[in-house]
Antibody, heavy 121, light 106 residues
Framework: QVQLQESGPGLVKPSGTLSLTCAVSGDSISSTNWWSWVRQAPNKGLEWIGE???????RFNPSLKSRLTISIDKSKNQFSLKLTSVTAADTAVYYC??????????????WGQGAPVTVSS | IQLTQSPSSLSASVGDRVTITCRASQGISSYLAWYQQKPGKAPKLLIY???TLQSGVPSRFSGSGSGTAFTLTISSLQPEDFATYYCQQLNIYPLTFGGGTKVEIK
C-alpha cells in the first residue's frame, strides 16, 4: 500500500522559507511516477504547486515559480518543497501526492494527510 | 486553463440523483479527473480520463464529457457522499482545479 507523509514546521515567519518533506512508502521515488505538491488555503479550493521526477526534472506553477524549489532525495525515498519569501497568502494545508500514469492518463492517486502551515510573526 | 464548476453548492437528500458540471476555458480532450474531499481530509480520486472509475470507488459515481464540458453524477446519494467535489484538468500545465461543489444534506 502506497503511503505519503508530510512533515515540517507548522509556523513560518513572514519573509521566511517554508520547508516541507514528503516521505514515501510502498513505492520507490525512482519509479515512473511524478511526485507533486498541492495546497489549500483556509476555506478555499485546491492549488497545484508543482511536481518533480526522479531524474530531477520539475514543473512549477508559474504563480510560484520564482520562489519555489522541489527536490528529490533518493536515499531517503522522499521529496521536498521549499517556498521562499512567504507571506500570509501562503498559509494553507500542503498536500503531497503521487502522480501516476495509466496509458495516456495522469492521475493523482495517493495523497498525504496534509500539513497545515501558518505564516505569521 | 480555467475550470468552472456549477453549482458551487447544492442541497440534496439521501437517494437523490446529483449532477455536478465542470466547464473548461479551452478544450482538454478527456484529461479530466474528479476528486471527493471531506472536511479535514485529503482529496480522494474518484474518476480519471473523464469517465474511468478509480479502483474501489462505488459504481454510483460516474463521469462523462470531453472537450470543454464534463459532468460528475452520483446516481443515488448516500450519507457518506456529503462532501466537496473538485474537477482537475491534466491536459496542459499548470494543472488546475475547479472551485469545488459542496454537497450538503437537505
Amino acid at each position: 500500500q502506497v503511503q505519503l507523509q508530510e512533515s515540517g514546521p507548522g509556523l513560518v515567519k513572514p519573509s521566511g522559507t517554508l520547508s516541507l518533506t514528503c516521505a514515501v512508502s510502498g513505492d520507490s521515488i525512482s519509479s515512473t511516477n511524478w511526485w507533486s505538491w498541492v495546497r489549500q488555503a483556509p476555506n478555499k479550493g485546491l492549488e497545484w504547486i508543482g511536481e518533480v521526477y526522479h531524474s530531477g526534472s520539475s514543473r512549477f506553477n508559474p504563480s510560484l515559480k520564482s520562489r519555489l524549489t522541489i527536490s528529490i532525495d533518493k536515499s531517503k525515498n522522499q521529496f521536498s518543497l521549499k517556498l521562499t519569501s512567504v507571506t500570509a497568502a501562503d498559509t494553507a494545508v500542503y498536500y503531497c501526492a503521487r502522480v501516476h500514469r495509466i496509458d495516456l492518463w495522469l492521475l493523482f492517486d495517493y495523497w498525504g494527510q496534509g500539513a497545515p502551515v501558518t505564516v505569521s510573526s | 486553463i480555467q475550470l468552472t464548476q456549477s453549482p458551487s453548492s447544492l442541497s440534496a437528500s439521501v437517494g437523490d440523483r446529483v449532477t455536478i458540471t465542470c466547464r473548461a476555458s479551452q478544450g482538454i480532450s478527456s484529461y479530466l479527473a474528479w476528486y471527493q474531499q471531506k472536511p479535514g481530509k485529503a482529496p480522494k480520486l474518484l474518476i480519471y480520463a473523464a469517465s474511468t472509475l478509480q479502483s474501489g470507488v462505488p459504481s454510483r459515481f460516474s463521469g462523462s464529457g470531453s472537450g470543454t464540458a464534463f459532468t460528475l453524477t452520483i446516481s443515488s446519494l448516500q450519507p457518506e457522499d456529503f462532501a466537496t467535489y473538485y474537477c482537475q484538468q491534466l491536459n496542459i500545465y499548470p494543472l488546475t482545479f475547479g472551485g469545488g461543489t459542496k454537497v450538503e444534506i437537505k
